[in-house]
């Protein structure tokens, strides 16, 4: 069903552009920059919901195995996520702790939940009391997860860590990466102007 007109501004050149409600695989684009301000996916929210439901479980695994194991001189440490940060507040970094936990693993798994939370009602064109609040949390949140920065700081890490002890990845460590490429794939198929045109349809 297409969704009545609205004014976006291009995010590129910030002409204001008036658009049309889209059918399903269809898309706009800025007519000075070329630019696509929106776009709309013939399954509605059902490719979103799968990836936010996969993000969900693949996060649940890398909190719930061995994330990487270290191993020195016939020593080896065994790490996981939530033993990192308890050792973190162990040793008295209980503000490190929460600074590194919350973009990484705290936001992350909130965005998610708030996306399932929206989108599962958004597919069936059920209104529910937190359709709009929710919608305002995921744009707050956005800005502060830091997943694809961790994977990539972790990475370097290793490159580091490699030349003075043997590293081996767990199983963890392998479903936060696909839980990365999930939540990743979620969040760039959220489209920001189609979501809340769709809230507002709900809620109306
Ligand atoms: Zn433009």
């Not at 976006?8 to 696509?36: F, K, M, N, Q, Y």
């Not at 399954?43 to 649940?60: I, N």
């Not at 059920?126 to 995921?138: E, S």
């Not at 502060?144 to 290793?158: A, D, R």
């Amino acid at each position: 069903m297409p969704s009545p007109p609205s004014r976006t501004a291009c995010v590129d050149c910030d002409l204001l552009v008036r658009i049309d409600g889209l059918a399903g695989g269809e898309r706009a684009t800025c007519p000075r920059c070329g630019s696509v301000l929106t776009a709309r996916t013939e399954d509605g929210w059902t490719k979103s919901l799968a990836f936010a439901l996969a993000a969900a479980m693949l996060l649940l695994a890398a909190n719930l195995f061995p994330f990487l194991s270290l191993q020195a001189s016939g020593l080896e440490q065994v790490m996981t996520l939530p033993g990192s940060a308890v050792e973190l507040y162990r040793g008295g970094y209980t503000t490190i702790a929460v600074l590194v936990m919350g973009p990484i693993v705290g936001i992350p798994a909130l965005i998610v939940a708030t996306a399932t939370a929206l989108l599962i009602p958004l597919r069936r064109g059920r209104a529910t009391p937190w359709l709009v609040p929710a919608g305002k949390l995921l744009s707050f949140l956005g800005p502060w997860s830091m997943v694809e920065v961790f994977v990539i700081g972790v990475l370097v890490s290793l490159v580091k860590i490699g030349a003075m002890a043997t590293v081996v990845m767990g199983i963890s460590f392998w479903a936060y990466v696909a839980f990365a490429i999930c939540f990743t794939l979620m969040i760039t198929s959220l489209d920001r102007v189609q979501l809340w045109r769709d809230i507002e349809a709900c809620v109306a």
